[in-house]
């Protein structure tokens, strides 16, 4: 059983569903970014560690077509940690945001024995893209090349270390292509528990399949926090997004085509 699925669908909301809620004019986005199940602390230093827990966050944006506007945080810190410590994280939530014009307006503090982030992104889009309708004969595609993260995983857990220019360490977000690219998509959200997760996800919420094109490794289908986007389309607009990738530098593959029938994920679950 997917604990996370079964635990969401115990509540009753027509907002849940898609990367972010949409009330009105706002979108609302949340994520939590933890020590010992998300990251180790001898991986990566402070600053980047919190680096990454704002780009996670503000990645629900980005795959929604909206732009973050304000963020609270939520953290509990390590009763050890003094001044530089508390100014390294401070700098890393701050670089993330200053990236994507978000300001930090609020949130709240806890002493604890771990690291560990708790994020909510208030964004805004004039035209916000959610998980669907997927439609039969649509077309599916990913940014970017996924099964970096996996690798750089296995690496840590292997080696305790992880490199500066790793995509585990700092995710790109595809900003510039979405906000191009979104009248030309018609469901799109962000990689973040794996392509064949997320593929499962969009399966269950449109009732439909998908028929691959060429055969997927498991390397590549069950890399998670990859932070790439994963769109739905119609062919019709295959030749303006792939102008689009192009003009952005944002590598895209097209990977499959809804079918009617079901997925079925294949991977562990992540993080719970």
Not at 159 to 178: D, I, N
Not at 185 to 199: C, E, P, Q, V, Y
């Amino acid at each position: 059983m997917n604990k996370e699925s079964f635990f969401i669908s115990l509540f009753n909301s027509k907002h849940i569903g898609d990367d972010a809620a949409t009330i009105g004019k706002r979108l609302y986005s949340h994520d939590i970014f933890c020590e010992g199940i998300h990251f180790q602390r001898e991986w990566m230093s402070l600053e980047a560690i919190a680096r990454k827990a704002m780009l996670v966050n503000i990645s629900d944006a980005v795959a929604m077509n909206a732009k973050p506007r304000y963020a609270l945080v939520g953290i509990e810190i390590p009763k050890h940690f003094g001044p530089e410590q508390l100014r390294a994280i401070a700098k890393g939530l701050q670089e993330a945001c200053n990236a994507f014009g978000c300001e930090i307006v609020g949130g709240d503090t806890v002493a604890g024995e771990r690291l560990c982030f708790s994020i909510t992104i208030v964004s805004s889009s004039p035209r916000p893209i959610g998980r669907g309708p997927i439609k039969e004969g649509m077309l599916l595609a990913y940014t970017g090349r996924l099964g970096g993260s996996k690798k750089e995983l296995t690496r840590a857990l292997r080696y305790g270390t992880v490199g500066k220019k790793s995509r585990f360490a700092e995710p790109v977000l595809r900003q510039a292509f979405m906000q191009r690219a979104a009248r030309h998509i018609t469901a799109a959200m962000d990689i973040s528990d794996g392509l064949f997760d997320d593929l499962a996800k969009l399966s269950r919420l449109n009732r439909v399949g998908f028929r691959f094109f060429t055969s997927l490794p498991k390397a590549v289908g069950c890399s998670g926090e990859e932070y790439e986007l994963l769109i739905a389309f119609w062919p019709s607009e295959r030749e303006a997004l792939m102008r689009i990738a192009q003009a952005t530098r944002t590598p895209l593959t097209i990977f499959a085509r809804a079918t009617r029938g079901r997925f079925r994920n294949i991977c562990h679950a992540h993080h719970f």
